[in-house]
Nanobody, 129 residues
Framework: QVQLVESGGGSVQAGGSLRLSCIVSRFFISHYCMGWFRQAPGKAREGVAVISDSLSTGRASTYYADSVKGRFTISQENAKNTVYLQMNSLKPEDTAMYYC??????????????????WGQGTQVTVSS
């Protein structure tokens, strides 16, 4: 059974930081594009950041939504089969349920929900002004 478990969410004041973690079982994340999505009440789910290992360069490829560039950093630790999202300079508009997701192969751009087959249950992030 494939399982993705997120942690690290919580409540924080504007300007603060949080680090989200996603621990994956049953498959190796090095073979997948791993992504973070978020969904705020009354809004559509949107891709935040994605990461995958590049077979051609040997380096990780990352893509970010314009709204989080310069503030969020996605990374992964293959030995622990874990992906992270470091969130700095948080804003009230970052408030949402954050989901970890996975799809086979490499990332080629910011994640699109229909392409991701595996999902975690989400972790809530609330940013107060």
């Amino acid at each position: 059974q494939v399982q993705l478990v997120e942690s690290g969410g919580g409540s924080v004041q504007a300007g603060g930081s949080l680090r989200l973690s996603c621990i994956v079982s049953r498959f190796f994340i090095s073979h997948y594009c791993m992504g973070w999505f978020r969904q705020a009440p009354g809004k559509a789910r949107e891709g935040v950041a994605v990461i995958s290992d590049s077979l051609s360069t040997g380096r990780a490829s990352t893509y970010y939504a314009d709204s989080v560039k310069g503030r969020f950093t996605i990374s992964q630790e293959n030995a622990k089969n874990t992906v992270y999202l470091q969130m700095n300079s948080l804003k009230p508009e970052d408030t949402a349920m954050y989901y970890c997701a996975a799809k086979g192969g490499s990332c080629y751009g910011i994640g699109r929900e229909p392409d991701f087959a595996y999902w975690g249950q989400g972790t809530q992030v609330t940013v107060s002004s």
